[in-house]
C-alpha cells in the first residue's frame, strides 16, 4: 500500500499488529454474511508481478518456491539466497461475488485498509492514519472493536450490491 512511505515506525508496528487478525476477521464475517445470503463468493490469489518479469522468470520463482516447501534446511537457504536474487510478485486476495446476472470483484486488502485505518481511503494519501480504536491500552488487539469493526465493513459492502429482481 502506498500509504505506509509515508507511516513512522510506530505506525508500521500498529499496522503489523492489526492487518492478520483484521484479514481472519474480515474472512470470517464474510463467510457468515454469504451463509445467510444468496450470493456465492470464492477466492482467488492474484500475483502483481513488478513490470518486465518474463513468465520465464515467474515459472522460476514458483517452481523456485514449490522447492522451498520441501526443502531440508540446508536447502532451504540455498533457495532462499536464490529466491531474493529474483523479483518477488506482490500478493493479493479478491473475492469474486456472485449472484443471478450480477458479478463483483472486491480487493480483500482494500477491506482490511477499511478495517484498520480511519476513512481509508483519504482524499489525500499521506492523511491516511491507523484506527488506533482498535489497539487496547495494553498496545494488544482489541479483538470486540475489531471483530465490530469487520463485521461493519462486510455489512456496508452486502448492503451495497444489488438486490436481486424480483420473481414473477
Known amino acids: 500500500m502506498e500509504n505506509y512511505r509515508t507511516m513512522d515506525s510506530h505506525q508500521l508496528e500498529q499496522v503489523e499488529l492489526l492487518m492478520q487478525p483484521a484479514f481472519i476477521r474480515l474472512i470470517d464475517n464474510i463467510r457468515k454474511q454469504l451463509e445467510q445470503s444468496q450470493w456465492k463468493g470464492t477466492y482467488q490469489t492474484i500475483e502483481n508481478w513488478p513490470e518486465g518479469t518474463t513468465p520465464e522468470i515467474q515459472a522460476k520463482v514458483n517452481q523456485l518456491q514449490e522447492q522451498l516447501d520441501r526443502a531440508t ?80 465493513v462486510v455489512e456496508q459492502l452486502f448492503h451495497n450490491l444489488p438486490q436481486p429482481k424480483p420473481e414473477g
Open 73 to 152: 534446511p540446508t536447502q532451504s537457504v540455498e533457495l532462499t539466497q536464490a529466491l531474493a536474487e529474483l523479483p518477488q510478485p506482490e500478493i493479493s486476495y479478491q473475492l469474486s461475488l456472485k449472484r443471478q446476472e450480477h458479478q463483483f470483484e472486491v480487493n480483500i486488502w482494500d477491506l482490511c485498509y477499511q478495517i484498520c485505518f480511519c476513512d481509508f481511503p483519504a482524499i489525500a494519501k499521506d492523511k491516511t492514519q491507523v484506527d488506533t480504536s482498535l489497539i487496547d491500552l495494553e498496545g494488544e488487539v482489541d479483538w470486540n472493536r475489531l471483530d465490530l469493526k469487520a463485521r461493519q
